[in-house]
């Protein structure tokens, strides 16, 4: 079935070829950037694609364009108003930052685009993304909190959804056992969030999979990665939306939608140059496998587009 998804930052790059590659396998998209009328290779893509892109500006760090993009969407969503997927892909890089030569308005501006912007746009469409499937009567409770829920699994058994992570689960839906890593990275994710797991598997009402919100993050954001100093503006406000792409996924969990922080690598983009080894399309085909695949227990993880599991 046909996903709606909104992509920010898609008029170059990996947001480019995020859009060309969900057009192509027949989803509706709506692509962002701050100058639509420049983006010629985006446009070009709607006339590939008749009707089924639609092209809105939208300047992440600004109030005021978050607004303008939340009126505007209800006009091009799909028949349902409904968002399967957002893609918060838009980002910025500071280049030449050396210590002793820090600049204030380079850390905040880094911290809007890369941070601030991506967790606040994605607090304005949360209304607008379709909740995950339940089990028959389910509603919205919490796990952990006491609140109402559906009893997703009555007897204990262990689920490996992918071969880095297996959940016993117990009745009500808590669980005995979290996460292991079989990379054995040094600082990988040793615990899940305290989500309730809810279950995403296709149904006749809505499109396959989970609903997700796809932060696109840097391994320079990982705190236990760091090994000299670079890009200081770049790496702080990559950890920061980490730490977002957490609280987005413990603020969600009820609702069934899946949390990622994904790191594409090093590609072949304006900001990543020509010596980078990954091509665009791949590492997004790579991301899509991905988030086709996830599930709620891997909500608030923070993987490369391979799938394994990084250091915090």
Not at 6 to 13: F, K
Request: glycine share 12%.
């Amino acid at each position: 079935m046909r996903r709606t998804v909104l992509v920010t930052g898609a008029n170059r790059g990996i947001g480019l070829a995020f859009a060309g590659q969900l057009l192509a396998r027949g989803d509706h998209v709506i692509a962002t950037c701050r100058h639509p009328g420049k983006a010629a290779a985006l446009n070009a893509l709607g006339g590939e694609h008749p009707g089924r892109l639609h092209v809105l500006p939208l300047d992440v760090a600004s109030e005021k364009s978050r607004a303008e993009l939340i009126r505007e969407l209800p006009l091009v969503l799909g028949e349902d108003g409904r968002l399967d997927l957002l893609i918060n892909n838009a980002g910025v890089l500071h280049s030449g930052e050396r210590f002793g030569q820090l600049r204030q308005e380079t850390l905040e501006d880094s911290l809007r685009i890369n941070a601030i912007g991506p967790l606040l746009l994605a607090q304005a469409v949360a209304p607008l993304l379709r909740d995950g499937n339940r089990a028959a009567g389910g509603n919205e409770g919490v796990a952990g909190t006491g609140a109402t829920g559906a009893v997703i699994n009555q007897a204990n058994h262990v689920e490996c959804k992918r071969d880095s992570v297996c959940v016993d689960r117990l009745p009500g839906g808590a669980r005995a056992a979290d996460i292991t890593s079989s990379g054995g990275a040094r600082g990988a994710i040793k615990s899940l969030p305290d989500t309730r797991l809810v279950d995403c598997a296709p149904s006749a009402a809505a499109a396959s999979g989970c609903p997700v919100i796809a932060n696109l993050s840097s391994q320079l954001g990982s705190i236990a990665g760091v090994t000299r100093f670079g890009a200081p503006s770049y790496a702080i406000s990559k950890a920061a939306q980490n730490m977002a792409s957490a609280q987005l996924a413990q603020a969600l969990a009820a609702r069934g939608i899946v949390v990622l922080s994904l790191h594409p690598g090093w590609v072949q983009t304006d900001m990543g140059g020509e010596k980078a080894p990954d091509a665009p399309a791949d590492v997004v085909a790579g991301m899509l496998r991905l988030i086709d695949a996830a599930t709620p227990a891997q909500s608030g993880g923070f993987f490369d587009w391979r799938g394994e599991a990084l250091p915090w």
